[in-house]
């Protein structure tokens, strides 16, 4: 079936070491999303990749980096988690943005 | 500042109830709205409503938009324990083929005891 994948689901780090969490898909859809959802609020986001176009949202620390190898994989790259940056963090994807967004299971970040 | 706001924020009922949930927004550029349900993972997709007055229906789930008042609601009728979720609205917002940003609303708290 087709899919968004996310591993791991869930994240141990310890105070300033650097994590990846990696994202998935099987939909081929060219925009992907990266969200931060801390507990009891809704998703926020991060930022995008429309095609290999980065689009990062004002807001965003510069903590958080993303990449994009190909159009199957994202990755979001936490430099130095903070105690702040515990949250799930949840990939999404959406054929040019018109479509609905599509969410991975997410991954639980927890730091230490 | 584009805002989506809902209510009620918690709500909590027997099961066979029917429920309202409401959902009104103040965006620019408004594409759609869509409502997801999120249980203790990621939001699963409910509706994507980009008309007024056409109601989407899926089971006991139902839901309209009205772009003139600018909202929203989501039907529930017939509440299972199941249906215990977080229920978001979204809406997307964007011009031409843009990425379709999200602006989320609160959440509403649905509640269903047995």
């Known amino acids: 079936d087709a899919m968004v994948i996310q591993n791991p689901r869930y994240q141990v780090t310890q105070f300033g070491k650097p994590v990846t969490l990696s994202c998935s898909q099987t939909l081929n859809h060219n925009v992907m999303y990266w969200y931060q959802q801390k507990s009891s609020q809704a998703p926020k986001l991060l930022f995008h990749?429309?095609?290999?176009?980065?689009?990062n949202e004002a807001d965003t620390p510069d903590n958080f980096q993303s990449r994009r190898p190909n159009t199957s994989f994202c990755f979001l790259d936490i430099r130095s988690p903070g105690l702040g940056d515990a949250a799930m963090y949840l990939c999404a994807t959406s054929r040019d943005g018109i479509e609905t967004q599509y969410f991975g299971p997410g991954t639980r970040l927890l730091v230490l | 500042e584009d805002k989506v706001v809902q209510s009620p924020l918690s709500l909590v009922v027997h099961e066979g109830d029917t429920v309202t949930l409401n959902c009104s927004y103040e965006v620019t550029n408004f594409r759609s709205l869509l409502w997801y349900k999120q249980e203790k993972k990621a939001p699963t997709f409910l509706f994507m409503l980009t008309s007024s007055g056409i109601e989407k229906k899926s089971g006991r789930l139902s839901s309209i938009l009205d772009k003139k008042e600018l909202f929203s609601i989501l039907n529930i009728t017939a509440t299972q324990t199941g249906d215990s979720a977080i229920y978001l609205c979204v809406v997307r917002i964007g011009g031409g083929t843009s990425y379709g940003k999200l602006t989320f609303g609160q959440g509403t708290i649905l509640t269903v005891h047995p």
């Open positions: 990749y429309y095609d290999k176009d980065f689009n």
